[in-house]
Nanobody, 121 residues
Framework: QVQLQESGPGLVKPSQTLSLTCTVSGASISTNNYFWSWIRQPPGKELEWMGA???????YIIPSLKSRTSISRDTSKNQFTLQLSSVTPEDTAVYYCARDTVLFTTTPNERGQGTPVTVSS
């Protein structure tokens, strides 16, 4: 059974870069046909699919975030990472990492518990 665990700072200052890591156990992030994604939910708002990295290392990021978002992976550690630059208070949210066989879903088959991030000075 795959397990995903997010880690990273709970508080980030405006204009800084948010970096979150998802550690995966029970499955390899290089396993064929899976996408490893990041999803977030701001307070009082709907879930937002942000982007993903595929089993082969290809990345997919939604247009509204593409200019300040990168997703990478470390296959030796079985981890993938989200970096979101130039954060503002609007980036305050609970961030989830997830796995599915499709892109853009906010109801993935597997998802971590989520980590809250607050952007504030």
């Amino acid at each position: 059974q795959v397990q995903l665990q997010e880690s990273g700072p709970g508080l980030v200052k405006p204009s800084q870069t948010l970096s979150l890591t998802c550690t995966v156990s029970g499955a390899s992030i290089s396993t064929n046909n899976y996408f490893w994604s990041w999803i977030r939910q701001p307070p009082g708002k709907e879930l937002e699919w942000m982007g993903a990295i595929s089993y082969s290392g290809s990345t997919y990021i939604i247009p509204s975030l593409k200019s300040r978002t990168s997703i990478s992976r470390d296959t030796s550690k079985n981890q993938f990472t989200l970096q979101l630059s130039s954060v503002t208070p609007e980036d305050t949210a609970v961030y989830y990492c997830a796995r599915d066989t499709v892109l853009f879903t906010t109801t993935p088959n597997e998802r971590g518990q989520g980590t809250p991030v607050t952007v504030s000075s």
